[in-house]
C-alpha cells in the first residue's frame, strides 16, 4: 500500500507547470501561493519572472526560478503606473519570456513533462506565445470575479464612446454593469489613457482564448457574479481560493517585514486596535496624509499604521509628520514600514483594518473576520470597495475627500460601536463560509481537485 503510495506520487511529481507573475506585490503574492499549493498537489513548478521586482528565490528552495531580461527599469517603468508598466511588460518581454519558454521544454527531462503555462492575466503576451510553442495556458486573476466583469463592462462602455465622463462622481448605476455606481467604475490613471482601454480589450480577449481561468475567490462570496462569468465566459473556471489560507505562509513579500508589529499588538486590547495600510502601490499627498494622521489620533483609538516609504508622493518616508505626534500619542500608536498583514488580521487586538481594498487586503481581512474601513484609489479597489461596504455590509466607505473629523467619526463607528459589533457579526459569517469552503467536499477543495485532475490531463 505504502509503496503504491510512493509510486503514485512519484508518477504526478512528474508533471511540471509554468508560472509567471505580474511583477507586483498584489500579483506576485497570489502567483505564488498557487505554485506552493500545486507543489502540495505533487506538481513540480518552475516560476519564469522579470529581473524588476523579482521574488527571493531563496524562500522557495523547492521550485526551479528563471529570470528573464525585462529592460522595464531602463524605460522608466514604476509600480506608481501599473497600465505603463503593464503595457511595457506585454512588449518588451515576449522575445525573452519566449526564448526562456523554449529553452525551458526542449531542456525537460523525459519524466518532467511540461503540463501547462499559469500566467497572470494581465500578461496577456504570454498567450501567443504559449500558442506558438503548443502549451496550454491557463490563467490567474488575482483580484475578484466582480472586478473583471466591470473591467469587461468599462471596455465595452470605452467601445461605445462613453468616456470620457463628465461626472465621475456620480451615484447613476453604471451603464453595462448596474449593481455598481458610475462612481465604482473601475479606472486606472495613466500617462496614455488609450493604453489602458487597449490593455483591458486584449487582457479579455486573451483570458477567453485560453484553456482555463483561475480564482483567488471562492463560489460563496461571489455566487451572484460567478454565474454571470460563467455565463459571458465559456471555458473552464476554478475558484480555489483564499489560496493563502491553504498551507503555512512562506513569504513573497518584497519589504521585509516588521515584527515589531505583533509585540506591539500583543500589548493591546482584544479587539482594540486600528491596521492601517493601503497596499504597495497607493500613494497619497502631503495634505491627505496630514489628515490621515490627525484623524488617527484624534479618534482615540489605539492603530498600527504601514507607512511604506514612499506612500507620501515627494518624501522618503516620515518626514510630514509633526514632531512629537507619536510621543503625543502615548503608546497608542505604532508605525512600520511594512507588517506581517497575515498575522496582523489573525491577531486579537485587531479590531478593524482601514485599508483600500486590494483584494489580498480584502480577502485576508474577511480570512480573519475584521471588518474593513474602505478608501480605494483605482481599479479593482473601487469594485472591490462597494461590495464590502454595500453587498456584503462588512465595511463602511469612506467616500469623501479625506478630512480629520470624519476620519475620527468613521473609525468610532468601526471599532466602538454596535455597527461595528454587526459588521464583525456579518464577516465572521463569511469567514466560516471560507472554513467550509475549503474543507474536503468544499467548494474550493473541489475545486481544485478538478483543476488537479485538468491540469494532469494536459
Ligand atoms: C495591487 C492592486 O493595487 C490591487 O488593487 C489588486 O487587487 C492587486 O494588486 P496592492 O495594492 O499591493 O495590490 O494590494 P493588495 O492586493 O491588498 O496586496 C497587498 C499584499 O501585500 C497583501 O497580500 C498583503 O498581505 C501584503 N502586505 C501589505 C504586507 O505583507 N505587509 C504590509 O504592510 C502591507
Known sequence: MENQRES??????????????????????????????LYDKGLSITVIHTNFNSPNSSNYPHFHFCSIPDGLLELGASSLDVVALTTHLNVNCVVPFRDCL????????????????????????THAVADSLNLPRIVLRTSSIASLLAFAATSLLHEKGYFPIEDLGSEAPMPEFPSLRVKDIPLIHTQDEENFYQLLITMITQIKASSGLIWNSFQELEQDTLKTLEHDFRMPIFTIGPFHKYLPASSSSLLSQDTSSISWLDKQAPKSVLYVSFGSIVAVNETEFLEIAWGLAGSGVPFLWVVRPGLIRGYEWLEPLPKGFLEKLDGRAHIVKWAPQQEVLAHPATGGFWTHNGWNSTLESICEGVPMICQP???????????????????????????????????????????????RDRIMDLKKKVDVSLRQGGSAYQSLESLISYIESF
Open 8 to 37: 503514485g506520487m512519484k508518477e504526478r511529481k512528474k508533471r511540471r507547470v509554468i508560472l509567471f507573475p505580474l511583477p507586483l506585490q498584489g500579483h506576485i503574492n497570489p502567483m505564488l501561493q498557487l505554485a506552493n499549493i
Open 102 to 125: 523554449d529553452k525551458l521544454l526542449s531542456n525537460v527531462e523525459e519524466e518532467e513533462s511540461t503540463a501547462c503555462l499559469i500566467t497572470d492575466a494581465a500578461c496577456h503576451f
Open 377 to 423: 484609489c483605482f481599479g479593482d479597489q473601487l469594485v472591490n470597495a462597494r461590495y464590502v461596504s454595500h453587498f456584503w455590509r462588512v465595511g463602511l466607505h469612506l467616500e469623501n475627500r479625506l478630512k480629520r473629523g470624519e476620519i475620527e467619526r468613521i473609525i468610532r463607528r468601526v471599532i466602538l460601536e454596535a455597527e461595528g459589533e454587526e459588521m
